[in-house]
């Protein structure tokens, strides 16, 4: 587990935030309307769905950033991972509520509402606001610093194109390099936290190394417990899209060492 909570420029999230939201839209301007009622890997969500929820999650910082603030308790990155699953149902219901009116019509009218969503979101990167170190913005969860509510746009954004890349039939999606990199350290440093402890060193070059997991812990030389693999292949086992046994046995995961089994901690984020 890390000493203390990792840090994310803001001006280095800012710009990764605008670059992986204009690659989304740029694969959502390319979608046919057939391809819009692809099912998805999200259960019954369609790409409509899929969609609808990623406009919810791009315009929902601008929509609410005046909103009255009601004193909740702070919240850091590492508890909005820990909780963000507790919220799915009412994600759910926003996302089907949306593909049901916005997201309804054919791949025209569809890219213009994703537009609106992603436009929303990039004006409001560049404005002065968006920079200010001490804005707050509260959801369900509590109050968080608007740099980290930022952050877990990034997740969103990533970890969605990549599902929308599913669904689609690719192997992956054109993210922002820095976008990525983000995620994949928020994530790492979530399942340390999830599963402290320093027997196992997870490697995930070239973003991230933590170490986790309870039992003894090495001090010098190889560690006796080594997981490596690339940053993708970590987003899907830490968010659920991957299982561990798949991942081990397709090679996308190199295991070591008789606690390197991560499954039990896994996924990290609902």
């Known amino acids: 587990m890390p000493a203390k909570p990792r840090a994310y420029q803001p001006q280095k999230v800012r710009a990764a935030l605008a670059a992986q939201t204009a690659a989304l839209r740029a694969a959502v301007d390319a979608l046919t309307t057939g391809q819009l009622d692809l099912p998805t890997r999200l259960g019954q969500w369609r790409v409509r769905e899929l969609l609808a929820h990623l406009a919810v999650q791009l315009d929902f910082v601008p929509a609410h950033l005046d909103d009255p603030a009601e004193g909740r308790a702070p919240l850091a990155l590492l508890g909005w991972v820990a909780g963000v699953g507790t919220v799915a149902p009412l994600l759910d219901e926003q996302a089907r509520e949306r593909a049901g009116t916005e997201f309804d ?5 569809v890219a213009t509402a994703f537009g609106r969503a992603a ?8 404005k002065p606001e968006a920079a200010d170190p001490t804005r707050r913005f509260e959801i369900r969860l509590g109050s968080m610093a608007l740099s980290d509510m930022l952050v877990t746009r990034l997740v969103e954004a990533v970890v969605h194109a990549d599902d929308l890349a599913a669904a689609l039939g690719r192997d992956a999606f054109p993210h922002d390099r820095q976008a990525v990199a983000a995620v994949t350290r928020l994530l790492a440093d979530a ?9 196992v060193e997870l490697r995930i070059p070239p973003y991230a190394v933590v170490q986790a997991v309870e039992g003894p812990r090495h001090t010098r030389g190889t560690p006796p417990n080594v997981v490596e693999t690339d940053p993708l292949t970590w987003i899907r086992l830490a968010t659920g899209r991957l299982d561990w046994a798949a991942a081990v046995e397709a090679a996308a995961v190199s295991a070591s060492g008789e606690r390197s089994d991560l499954r039990a901690h896994l996924p990290v984020l609902g």
């Open 119 to 126: 436009d929303a979101l990039t004006g409001l990167l560049a």
């Open 191 to 199: 399942f340390a936290d999830r599963a402290p402890g320093g027997a």
């Open 105 to 109: 019509g054919d791949a025209a009218s």
